[in-house]
C-alpha cells in the first residue's frame, strides 16, 4: 500500500547523429557542401505567425502573473505596517494612561 509505483520508463532510444570522419583529400572537396548541410535540428522548429502571437501572449501572461504577486506583496507589506502603527498608538495610549494614573496616587 505504501510502497511507491513508478511507471516504466520509456523503451524509445533516439539514433545518435555521428559525422563519419573524411579523409583528408575528400576534406577540401566536400568543404562547401558542409556549409550548405542541413543541422540536425534545421526541421523541427517552425516559426509562423501563430507561434509568435503565442510567443507574446505567453509573455504577457507571465509579466501579468509576475506583477500581481508584486503587488499582493507590498500589499501585504502596507497592511503590516497599518496594524503596527495602530498598535503602537494603542500601546502608547495605554503606557500614557497607566503613568497619569500611578502620578495621581
Known sequence: MFKPQYPRPDT??????????????????????????PTALGGLVQNSPGTAL???AGGVAGVLALASVAVSLLLAVAVTAVALSVSAVVLLFLVRALRQEFKNH
Not at 15 to 24: H, V
Open 54 to 56: 503565442a510567443l507574446a
Open 12 to 37: 524509445y532510444i533516439p539514433p545518435t547523429i555521428r559525422p563519419t570522419p573524411a579523409a583528408p583529400a575528400e576534406q577540401s572537396a566536400s568543404a562547401p557542401a558542409l556549409a550548405k548541410a
